[in-house]
């Protein structure tokens, strides 16, 4: 098995291309010596969703693990209902209530072909990636039964209990999808520069959890968290 010199883990690029690159300049992403793990949420929200999938498949023929996220899970749905040509009650929900509008009107311009590839490339992306003492997640685990045995809806939604309940004895899990300045007090959620400052979570019941969605898309900020050492690089 390969040894890297850090694993450096990001989440929640929700369509910032832009961001996305900037935040791998600052890092100094080598992918030689560097493992890159993105956990999921590439799309939605932000306005370069298929500019953002495009720089993904590169770092991932690079060799870096990209995982599936909830919106991830929605374009699919969608998606294939558009390569078959038949309605879609998922779309409605996915355009209209969590963010798919500026993805979907990218996707119309994409021939069958096209869509197809995209949708292929989605559904072979994996729930989880283990390495050491990480567990990487786009949202959370259910630790009530072994990470193996975890659905896809407890990877990629995960309940509300997750974040205050020990996860896997001897192990971290790092997740996204809900942004930091959720888990923090909640005096501050509603608080511009609080959201803008946003920073990495670390679980401070358990000691085994670390959030890394800082909400970019919120007005909070695109974050990469650097392995073993702790550092965070935010833009």
């Known amino acids: 098995m390969r040894t ?20 791998l300049k600052k890092t100094g992403y080598d992918p030689v010596s560097d493992l890159l793990i993105v956990c999921g949420d590439l799309i939605d929200r932000g306005t370069q969703n298929l500019a953002t999938i495009q720089t993904c498949k590169k770092l991932q023929q690079q060799g870096a693990i990209l995982l599936k996220g909830n919106h991830e899970q929605f374009a699919s749905e969608c998606i ?30 994409l021939s069958k072909n096209e869509l197809g590839d995209l949708l ?19 949202a959370g685990v259910n630790s009530k039964k072994p990470i193996e045995e975890n659905k896809e809806n407890d990877l990629v939604w995960c309940e509300d209990s997750f974040y205050y309940c020990p996860a896997y004895k001897g192990k971290t899990v790092i997740f996204g999808h809900i942004p930091t300045f959720l888990l923090s007090t909640p005096k501050n959620r509603k608080d511009k520069a609080y959201r803008q400052g946003a920073k990495v979570w670390r679980d401070p019941l358990n000691n085994d959890k670390i959030g890394i969605d800082c909400g970019s ?8 968290l650097e ?7 935010y833009v």
């Open 80 to 109: 294939l209902d558009m390569v078959l040509e038949r309605p879609s009650e998922s779309l409605q929900v996915w355009v209209g209530h969590n963010g798919g509008n500026y993805t979907y009107d990218e996707l119309v311009t």
């Open 4 to 23: 890297f010199n850090r694993i450096l883990a990001i989440s929640d690029i929700h369509g910032e291309n832009d961001k996305l690159i900037a935040l």
């Open 217 to 224: 898309v919120f007005g909070g900020r695109l974050a990469a």
């Open 227 to 233: 392995l073993p050492n702790g550092r965070a690089f």
């Open 120 to 138: 292929s490339f989605m559904r072979r992306l994996p729930l989880y990636f283990a390495i050491g003492d990480y567990i990487f997640v786009h």
